[in-house]
């Protein structure tokens, strides 16, 4: 789909979760080559050593626990402290419930740790943003979701609380949608697709460069540009 983009990015601010591997820290290096100032969110600091320095101080690493609401909280002002706006949150971080588990007979604790991640992060993430998202017209969201939370492409084959949470996230992107493209924002949710990730495994379909092209592309748009959909491979899905 056709849709106003910036072609750079220079003097934009951006805060990327889950950004010390996969597909997360492909949308901070592209980002940040774009002419962006990333900074790139992961619970350990010290899986991103030599980052910044090999990014020319484009991307910076921020201490990011989305599980953690005051770490959260210090982030974003670590983003807006350190570079006077925020333009781009790309809520990334995700966790799954693999290995066959259905509803009946998985863990207690596990339901509990994906939707904090996939789904309380994103929420908390937003409420700390937004206030400086909102600051400037076009100030964008975009939640990486999945297919596998889509309720019109079937909800059978295990990984009950990934499935739930992705939903939920493509929820959030409805209510931002909703309650703030009015004063500018551009919330999206997107599916990268089956990605050669950690989480997606060796024999996924997609190369981490193409699983990061479209989160890339939604973080480059323009005010009027679409939003408060749901994308893979730049065009509208069903949710």
């Known amino acids: 789909m056709d849709a106003p983009l910036h072609d750079r990015l220079d003097g934009q601010v951006a805060l990327v ?17 774009l002419g962006a100032t990333v900074y790139a969110g992961s619970r350990k600091l010290d899986a991103m050593q030599g980052v910044e320095t090999e990014s020319g101080g484009h991307v910076r690493p921020v201490r990011l626990d989305v599980t953690d609401e005051s770490s959260i909280e210090a982030a974003v002002a670590a983003a807006v402290d350190g570079s006077g706006r925020l333009d781009v949150l790309v809520n ?3 966790i799954g419930d693999w290995h066959g588990a259905t509803l009946d007979v ?4 596990r339901i509990d740790a994906v939707l904090a991640t996939n789904l309380r992060g994103p929420m908390l993430a937003c409420k700390h943003a937004l206030p400086h998202l909102l600051e400037h ?3 964008r969201v975009v939640n990486v979701s999945s297919g596998m939370g889509a309720l019109g492409e079937g909800m059978s084959g295990s990984a009950p609380a990934y ?3 992705k939903t939920g996230l493509n929820g959030l992107t409805a209510y931002l949608h909703g309650e703030y493209a009015g004063r500018g924002l551009l919330a999206n949710s997107v599916c ?8 997606g495994g060796p024999n996924a379909q ?3 460069e193409e699983g990061a092209e479209t989160p890339v592309w939604l973080a480059r748009l323009r005010p009027g540009a679409p939003a408060g959909l749901f994308w893979r491979d730049r065009a509208v899905i069903d949710w």
């Open 137 to 139: 017209e076009g100030g």
């Open 92 to 94: 990334n971080a995700g």
């Open 206 to 208: 997609r190369s981490i």
């Open 106 to 109: 998985l863990d207690t604790e």
């Open 192 to 199: 990268p697709g089956w990605v050669r990730t950690d989480m």
């Open 163 to 165: 499935r739930v949470s």
């Open 17 to 33: 979760t889950g950004a010390n591997r996969g597909i997360g820290a492909q949308v901070a290096a592209d980002l940040a080559a």
